[in-house]
C-alpha cells in the first residue's frame, strides 16, 4: 500500500555537505549560506519568504566528488511502530541511498547522507531559475512494507568547480559567473577563454542582477575584488583581481599573473580619447601643453580645469560605463600567455600593444609659478586676478610618441 493514500507529505528542510563541499556567502558578506540550505515554512514548495526565515541558499562544490545531503519532512497522522526509511533520486545521477528516518513528532528527518555517486567531472551550473537546468531531487519514502513512493521534488542552484578553490573568498557571484560562463568544461586550459566571455560585452552582473562598473564615479576607490563586488564599482586593480579570483575558485593560480604598468618617465597617461588643442603654450620643451587643475580634481564624473589644452573626449568604453576615468598613474592587468584588461574587456599581445593602441598621451605634475592676468584666472583664492608668480601645481602633457613608454611590475597575488 502507497503511502500516499493517507500520508500528507510536505518537505521543510534541505542540507548540502560533504568533504569537497564549499560554503558560500552573500557579496556583501552580510550573510554565510549556512545549513540547513532550503527551508520552506508554510509548505507551498516555493522557499521565497524569507522575512519568515525561508531560505533557498546556492551551493558549491569540487567535481567529480560525492555530495552529501539530508532533509527535513513533515508527515501528518503518521503511523506508530512503522519504520520509515527515505531516499532521493538527483539529477545527473545523484542517488542519496534509502536509509531509516529519525522520528520527531511529525518531523521525519534524513541524516545527512553521502551520494551513492559522484557529480559530474566538470565544471556545472544547476541553475535553479531553469526547470530543465536546477539541480533537482525526487524525494522517495518506505512506510514500513509498503512500496516506494514519491513524494515530493525540491529544485537547487548549485556550482561544481573545476578544482578545489585557491582563495579564501566564497562570494557566491564568483562561482556563479564562471561556472555560468565555463559550465561543462574539464580542461584547465579552457577555463580561461570561457570566463573571459564574461568581460568582453561590458555588461558583467551580480547575481542579483547589479550591474558593475568601471569608475562610474571618478572618485571611486574600490581596489579589491571584494569592495567591486559590495559596492558594485570599481577601479582598475579590483577589475583585475576580480578576474583572477574567478580562476582561483576553480583551482587556477598562475604565479605573477597581477601586473602593474605606469609611465617609464612620467608621472601618468592619459586613455584615450583626449582632444589636444593647437601645439600647446607651455612653453617646456617635450610637453607643450598645459593644463591647470581646479578643485576637486577630479569631480563625481569629470576632470576639473581651471585652464586647459587638452581635455577628456569620450574614449575607450569600460565596463558598465561608456566614458570612464581615463587620467591614471598607472594601471592594472592580467597576464597569461597574453594582456587580459577586464575593465575595458580587451586582450593586447604585448605592453608595446597597449602603449601603441590605448594611450593618448603622458603627463607630469611639476611646480610652477603662474601669472594670474596671462589667464585671467584667481589662483591664490585671494578674490583677484593680478597676482604674479602664483606658486602652483600643473599638468605639463605630451602625446603618445612612437615607441615604448610604459614599465611593468608583475605581482603573485
Not at 560533504?18 to 549556512?34: F, P, Q
Not at 583585475?240 to 608621472?267: C, M, Q, T, W
Amino acid at each position: 500500500m502507497s503511502p500516499l493514500t493517507f500520508l500528507p507529505v510536505e518537505v521543510k528542510e534541505v542540507s548540502f555537505a560533504g568533504a569537497k563541499y564549499h560554503e558560500l556567502k552573500k557579496d556583501d558578506v552580510s550573510v554565510t549560506y549556512s545549513a540547513p540550505h532550503w527551508v520552506d515554512k508554510d509548505g507551498n514548495g516555493n522557499p521565497t519568504d524569507t522575512a519568515n526565515g525561508e531560505k533557498d541558499y546556492s551551493v558549491a562544490y569540487t567535481r567529480n566528488t560525492k555530495p552529501s545531503i539530508g532533509a527535513k519532512f513533515s508527515i501528518q497522522g503518521l503511523p506508530n511502530n512503522l519504520a520509515i526509511k527515505l531516499r532521493a533520486k538527483g539529477s545527473d545521477g545523484i542517488e542519496i541511498p534509502e536509509t531509516a528516518a529519525q522520528i520527531n513528532g511529525n518531523d521525519v528527518i534524513l541524516p545527512v547522507t553521502a551520494s551513492s555517486t559522484n557529480w559530474p567531472n566538470t565544471i556545472k551550473f544547476y541553475d535553479r531559475a531553469d526547470a530543465n537546468k536546477a539541480f533537482k531531487l525526487d524525494w522517495e519514502i518506505k512506510v514500513g512494507d509498503s512500496d516506494w513512493a514519491q513524494v515530493a521534488s525540491t529544485k537547487h542552484q548549485v556550482y561544481l568547480t573545476l578544482n578545489d578553490p585557491v582563495t579564501a573568498m566564497r562570494q557566491e557571484t564568483l562561482f556563479y559567473l564562471s561556472a555560468k560562463n565555463a559550465d561543462g568544461v574539464a580542461q584547465e586550459a579552457a577555463v580561461t577563454t570561457s570566463i573571459w566571455n564574461e568581460f568582453t560585452d561590458l555588461d558583467v552582473r551580480r547575481i542579483d542582477g547589479t550591474q558593475l562598473t568601471y569608475y562610474k564615479s571618478f572618485q571611486c576607490n574600490n581596489v579589491e575584488t571584494e569592495s567591486l563586488l559590495k559596492n558594485g564599482d570599481g577601479q582598475c586593480g579590483s577589475w583585475a583581481k576580480f578576474f583572477i579570483d574567478l580562476r582561483k575558485v576553480h583551482g587556477i593560480d598562475v604565479p605573477n599573473e597581477y601586473v602593474v604598468f605606469r609611465p617609464s618617465a612620467d608621472d601618468g597617461f592619459l586613455v584615450k580619447n583626449w582632444n589636444f588643442n593647437g601645439a600647446g603654450t607651455s612653453g617646456v620643451a617635450g610637453y607643450p601643453y598645459l593644463n591647470i587643475p581646479d578643485a576637486p580634481f577630479p569631480s563625481a564624473n569629470s576632470y576639473s580645469w581651471k585652464f586647459a589644452e587638452v581635455t577628456d573626449q569620450n574614449g575607450i568604453p569600460g565596463q558598465g560605463n561608456p566614458n570612464p576615468a581615463s587620467l591614471f598613474g598607472n594601471h592594472q592587468v592580467v597576464i597569461d600567455g597574453q594582456y587580459y584588461d577586464p575593465s575595458y574587456g580587451k586582450k593586447f599581445a604585448s605592453l608595446k600593444d597597449i602603449d601603441d593602441n590605448a594611450i593618448d598621451g603622458y603627463f607630469r605634475v611639476v611646480p610652477a609659478a603662474i601669472n594670474e592676468p596671462d589667464f585671467n584666472l584667481d589662483l591664490n583664492g585671494d578674490g583677484d586676478k593680478i597676482d604674479m608668480g602664483v606658486q602652483i601645481n600643473v599638468f605639463l602633457i605630451r602625446k603618445n610618441p612612437a615607441g615604448m613608454d610604459l614599465i611593468e611590475q608583475k605581482i603573485n597575488y
